[in-house]
């Protein structure tokens, strides 16, 4: 009997999704509302993210304009912003909250590199998880005779192309996001 890896190939999938939304959490200098997604605001007594109380649009290269629904919600998207401690600077007008990106330091861009590098050792160590959560669960299934010697053995070498083909695909990820930051 041959191992199913769809679970694997399932959770390799999520792990690529969460590794490409913190990529996108991190700005490069250019202005993109992506980064605003993880940014929660108080709105009538619950936290919610700011594109749910407000439209928000590139002005240009630098700039984002977030125009909210209700008025009165201006000070705490501002806050929420500040709060957040994502190098970014506010200044509301009458339009609404004008976000601006600063113009990327030598020393800044360096430290964003660690942080694409951080993120992605948190991925690899997901899959590593995984493919011991998969390893065990093949061990197992020889043990019970569910499968048999040489199966476990072609389980492992077809576990270990998977795991091999998801590192690729984030190590791309990461090249990408740091020739992003860096240029």
Do not use: C
């Not at 290269?61 to 709060?83: F, H, N, T, Y």
């Not at 800044?108 to 995984?130: N, P, Q, W």
Request: charged share 35%; proline share 2%.
């Amino acid at each position: 009997m041959k191992y199913d890896f769809t679970q694997f190939k399932n959770e390799a999938a999520k792990i690529k999704e969460w590794l490409g939304k913190e990529y996108l959490s991190l700005h490069t200098g250019r202005a993109t509302p992506a980064v605003l997604d993880r940014v929660q605001v108080e709105s009538y007594g619950t936290k919610t993210s700011i594109s749910h109380v407000a439209a928000i649009s590139t002005e240009d290269a630098r700039s984002l304009l977030i125009s909210p629904w209700d008025k009165g919600v201006i000070k705490e998207i501002e806050r929420a912003i500040q709060m957040a401690n994502i190098g970014l600077s506010t200044s509301v007008s009458e339009s609404g909250i004008r976000v601006s990106f600063p113009e990327l330091t030598t020393e800044r861009r360096m430290t964003l590199v660690k942080v694409v590098k951080d993120k992605l050792e948190d991925a690899r160590i997901s899959v590593r998880k995984e493919r011991e959560r998969v390893w065990e669960d093949i061990q197992k299934k020889e043990k019970e005779g569910e499968m048999s010697e040489d199966d476990k053995f072609q389980g492992k070498e077809e576990l270990q192309k998977h795991v091999d083909e998801t590192n690729r695909a984030l190590e791309e990820m990461a090249k990408r996001k740091e020739a992003d930051v860096m240029h």
